[in-house]
T-cell receptor, first 115, second 108 residues
Framework: GAGVSQSPSNKVTEKGKDVELRCDPI?????LYWYRQRLGQGLEFLIY????????KSGLPSDRFSAERTGESVSTLTIQRTQQEDSAVYLC?????????????FGPGTRLTVL | SQQGEEDPQALSIQEGENATMNCSYK?????LQWYRQNSGRGLVHLIL?????REKHSGRLRVTLDTSKKSSSLLITASRAADTASYFC????????FGAGTTVTVRA
């Protein structure tokens, strides 16, 4: 595709509900990353996928957060039993491979608001 | 955890002036990257400087890297209103670690 796409662009949910966020990376990119950005803050790494390797989940803040990726395509980030502190913009990025010498291409993000 | 820390947190300049922001980091890196973010949404990659490079240019952007001081600077010359954004440095080992960013406002 032309770029990284994410859906929905905005999501408002009630505390305690589950939400699922979707990311479509650039076609052919083997590495995919999820970040969280709270208001006025920098990006917080959550998880990354590289090909068929086991994902690096070291940034997930709690066991309410999980993510999956189908092959080298779509990824979904699921937050169970949402809390108000989960409110943030969730950004997805992809790069050609895991090498840190490759720039990451970011999607527009999903703004999650937990009431 | 955040690796890079930008300074200043906010910067306001007149159109046509230069804007300089700094980034300090803690551990050794493979490279350091600068990104721009408009309106709190997606980030755009600006420039990457490798650990064995000291200075790099891209259009009106100049980036320096001092690995002995674990610091980098981003200079935007002849700023324009369209440069108004938040700027983040990101250090790279096998993933990117971002700082909190510098918010730059360019006044017309």
């Amino acid at each position: 595709g032309a770029g990284v796409s994410q859906s929905p662009s905005n999501k408002v949910t009630e505390k305690g509900k589950d939400v699922e966020l979707r990311c479509d990376p650039i076609s052919g990119h083997t590495a995919l990353y999820w970040y969280r950005q709270r208001l006025g803050q920098g990006l917080e790494f959550l998880i990354y996928f590289q090909g068929n390797s086991a994902p690096d989940k070291s940034g997930l803040p709690s066991d309410r957060f999980s993510a999956e990726r189908t092959g080298e395509s779509v990824s979904t980030l699921t937050i169970q039993r949402t809390q108000q502190e989960d409110s943030a913009v969730y950004l997805c990025a992809s790069s050609a491979d895991w090498s840190s010498y490759n720039e990451q291409f970011f999607g527009p993000g999903t703004r999650l608001t937990v009431l | 955890s955040q690796q890079g820390e930008e300074d200043p947190q906010a910067l306001s300049i007149q159109e046509g002036e230069n804007a300089t922001m700094n980034c300090s980091y803690k551990t050794s890196i493979n490279n350091l990257q600068w990104y721009r973010q408009n309106s709190g949404r997606g980030l755009v990659h600006l420039i990457l400087i490798r650990s064995n490079e000291r200075e790099k240019h891209s259009g009106r952007l100049r980036v320096t890297l001092d690995t002995s001081k674990k610091s980098s600077s981003l200079l935007i010359t002849a700023s324009r209103a369209a440069d108004t954004a938040s700027y983040f440095c990101a250090t790279a080992d096998y993933k990117l670690s971002f700082g909190a960013g510098t918010t730059v406002t360019v006044r017309a």
